[in-house]
């Protein structure tokens, strides 16, 4: 399954994560990640392991990492801790003035390109609260999105067919909800889960249909239709302290990636929710398409190890 792997040994002085890959359409890959311990975000080289640049400001940890291409060519790095959202220049690590709030902690983040072209950021805030920000600037966009009523934990952002961004977003009230990214109306009713909803993903389908999965602190995995809600197969046992990562196309079907408390990540189909089989070393992971079609798969282990391998090449008219 796995083909050439870059080994960055010791990326890391605490356990390497999160970790996430980014990719444009002229073949541009981002590899960025994070840690528990103290010294800071870097971005990584994907074909030598060699570090480009590492951020002066740790963040205590860390909560989540999003990159996104600005109309322009260049990128911007974000990551969400204790402190609200810190951002830097993507391909230089120059630091740029953070998001507001600065005195909330973020867990979760997303990012996206607005059909008007802007590029923004999404924050799932302690508060309840969640936050949307122009990239570039890192200034509000509107008022903060609220209907959780309690923490919320994670976001996901994506396009849809029939020109609607939508953002997909979980929380300590055991919902996901819905809302157009643009305007910050709420989209459809909540989507029920049994516990705290701690990730979600979003991932177009064949067909027309997008999928979002959630997980959730009772270790289930359920699957929802983005745009009518309705579930998509029954909800999956994962096993304990196992939660998503990553969610991607490979050899023409739907994939989801998972870790656990046993550092290993683990693939699932994304629509009937079953394990592959393949699994490789690690307590974190993101996965990205390149242009030219290969599917990279980053994953970061408790040692501070970050291990970049190319999975393979989709075939983006299957899947169901």
Known sequence: MSGDSVRIAGAHEGAAGPVLLAADPAGQVLLVSNSNGRDGVCRWDTDTGALLWR???????????????????RWVVAAAGERGV????????????????????????ASARLLDGRAVLVGAGNGGEIHRWDAETGIALGKPLVGHGTSVKCVAVQELPGHTVMIASGGDDGCVR????????????????????????MLPLA??????????????????????????????EMGEYTVLASAVHLAGEPMLFTFGADEVVRQRHAVTGEPTGHSWRGQA??????ADGTVLLATGAFNGDVVVQTLGVPQRSGGS
């Open 55 to 73: 951020s002066s400001d740790a963040l205590g940890g860390g909560n989540a990492l999003a990159a996104v291409r600005l109309a322009d060519g």
């Open 86 to 109: 810190a951002r830097w220049d993507g391909l230089t690590g120059q630091v740029l003035p953070g998001c507001e709030p600065r005195d909330e902690t973020v867990w979760g983040l």
């Open 207 to 236: 067909g027309g249909r997008t999928l979002i999965a959630a997980s959730d602190n009772e270790d289930i995995l359920y699957r929802w239709d983005a745009e009518s809600g309705e579930p998509i197969g029954h909800p999956v």
């Open 178 to 201: 819905r809302w157009d990214a643009a305007t910050g109306q709420a989209l459809g009713m909540p989507l029920e889960a049994s516990g705290w909803v701690i990730e979600v993903v």
């Open 285 to 290: 992971a993101s996965c990205v398409t390149r």
